[in-house]
């Protein structure tokens, strides 16, 4: 089983920049792929970046050239550092992993962590 935990979510000013993290615990090995996932109040819940155990990194066209996953393998740390915030990046942001028993694929989410873009 797979745990995370994100933090890093505050309030920023348009333009500026915020980094979350999310903690992975558990049967890290499994893991192939993290993502990150937003939501915005009354909205569903949307892809936004996504890194794999290949380091393969791939973005939704809305954060492309603002926002940077990455991941530290020593800490057990999954990041997105996010520059140059607009309001509409306001939202809870999740982590998910995805991973596998070699017989079946599995998600976990976090819990999320709350970004507040102000303009």
């Known amino acids: 089983q797979v745990r995370l935990a994100e933090s890093g979510g505050d309030l920023a000013q348009s333009g500026g920049s915020l980094r979350l993290s999310c903690a992975v615990s558990?049967?890290?090995?499994?893991?192939?792929?993290m993502e990150w996932y937003r939501q915005a109040p009354g909205n569903q819940r949307e892809f936004v970046a996504a890194i794999t155990n290949k380091d393969i990194t791939t973005y939704t066209e809305s954060v492309k050239g603002r926002f940077t996953i990455s991941k530290d393998n020593a800490k057990n740390t999954m990041y997105l550092q996010m520059n140059s915030l607009k309001s509409e990046d306001t939202g809870v942001y999740y982590c998910?992993?995805?991973?596998?028993?070699?017989?079946?694929?599995?998600?976990?989410w976090g819990q999320g962590t709350q970004v507040t873009v102000s303009s």
């Open positions: 558990g049967a890290i090995i499994a893991i192939y792929k």
């Open positions: 998910h992993a995805q991973y596998s028993d070699l017989l079946k694929d599995f998600g976990t």
